[in-house]
């Protein structure tokens, strides 16, 4: 069954390639900065962020901008990322429709030209961390296991959202919300230690989002991550499972796809 399942991949590859571009090339249509505008957004954003809450949570911290770029750049992946692949199949309905082609190629080609775009972005990053004295060490390469886990996570919630955004069109707007609930808990523009000083810290341990964006941060700042192992393991096991869930919610159910697309 799993060889089916690989040389069914390998026979559609093309096709997924394909569709990475088209996203890529619909993301910047029309657009006069074209690729420069995923430099340009974040370093923009970013400034914002730090003239609006600097003054609040950073006067003691030259670093700031990196802190909130390092977290506004992961969080900016999961939610276009969730979103893109939330729409793939009702977007695609017409080819559905048309031809057989594996379903899931969809959802997974959505979530990675965000990828793409997103690790473009990164440059941006490490620009900032030159100019505001965040030197890379030896702990920066541990940096992918923190993307590991948010691509896995976010192929997992699009791959579950997918599904049921098909049959329920609402979800739209409710992850909208969702996701804005999300962006307030995984401190991307404050200090965590803000909020544990009011007894509100619990609610971080309930954001894997929030675990990978701290895992990733260990890595820019030069720190060890495993230092703290359950906040490696938590998001982990839970960016794994995601997609586990994912993938069979996704497979019971696409062969009822085109009776509601």
């Given amino acids: 069954m799993l060889n089916k399942q690989i040389d069914t991949f390998k026979r559609y590859r093309f096709l997924l390639r394909e569709l990475v571009k ?21 370093l923009l954003t970013t400034c914002v962020l ?8 950073g006067k003691d911290d030259k670093t700031f901008p990196v802190y909130v770029l390092s977290a506004r750049l992961l969080y900016s992946f999961f939610s276009a990322g969730s979103k893109a692949a939330m729409k793939s199949i009702r977007q695609h309905a017409g080819m559905i429709k048309k031809v057989y082609v594996p379903k899931y190629i969809y959802p997974l080609s959505s979530v990675l030209f965000n990828f793409v775009i997103f690790a473009i972005s990164l440059v941006v990053l490490f620009g ?30 699009g791959m579950i959202l997918s599904t049921m955004s098909v049959f329920f069109r609402d979800l739209e707007y409710l992850w909208d919300v969702a996701l ?5 808990t995984c401190a991307i523009f404050y200090k965590v230690e803000t909020v544990a000083e009011k007894g509100h810290g619990w609610i971080f341990k309930f954001n894997p989002l929030y675990a990978i964006i701290k895992d990733f941060r260990c890595a820019v700042y030069g720190q060890n991550m495993f230092a703290s192992p359950a906040w490696v393991i938590m998001p982990a096991a839970v960016s794994l499972l995601s997609v586990i869930v994912g993938v069979l919610m996704f497979k019971k159910h696409q062969d009822n796809f085109i009776l509601h697309i």
């Fill in 128 to 157: 900032a961390m030159f100019v505001f004295g965040v030197y890379p060490t030896l702990w920066m390469f541990t940096a992918i296991i923190p993307l590991m886990m948010l691509f896995l996570l976010t192929l997992g919630a």
């Fill in 180 to 184: 804005m609930l999300i962006m307030y």
């Fill in 22 to 42: 088209k996203g890529i090339k619909l993301k910047y249509r029309r657009s006069y900065l074209g690729i420069l505008w995923t430099l340009l957004e974040p």
């Fill in 50 to 57: 730090t003239l609006v809450f600097g003054s609040f949570f």
